[in-house]
């Protein structure tokens, strides 16, 4: 085969262990609700478990969260910057001709199943 086709397929093959970009739901018409949440809280209590690009890491607090997600935009990984106060962009993933995704402080602690 051909290397580009090689690597064209490759690219279209799902990536295992793959649960989409933070802040967004792992599949399509899976969107959380009012109350509801993708992810989940811990048995012992300890944090949110299972949270996108966390690596396993248990997080009590979304700030906890959010801090993880901006140290890790250094190894270029999606993260939710500030930019107003309650207001959160996210960097590191652009779509030329998409305005960038924002959301509220209140969104991001549902989306991620955070109480506090």
Do not use: C
């Not at 890491?57 to 140290?71: P, S």
Request: aromatic share 8%; proline share 14%; hydrophobic share 40%.
């Amino acid at each position: 085969m051909r290397p580009i086709l090689v690597l064209s397929i490759a690219l279209m093959a799902p990536i295992p262990g793959f649960a989409g970009l933070p802040g967004r739901p792992p599949e399509p018409g899976k969107v959380p609700g009012p109350g509801e949440t993708l992810m989940e809280e811990s048995p012992d209590g300890e944090g949110v478990a299972n949270l996108p690009w966390a690596r396993g890491q248990k997080f009590r607090t979304l700030d906890d969260y959010l801090a993880h997600l901006e140290r890790q935009g250094a190894i270029d990984l999606p993260w939710w910057r500030q930019v107003e106060p309650g207001i959160y962009e996210l960097v590191g993933i652009r779509v030329p001709g998409v305005p960038p995704e924002r959301a509220t402080r209140a969104e991001l602690m549902r989306r991620f199943g955070f109480t506090r």
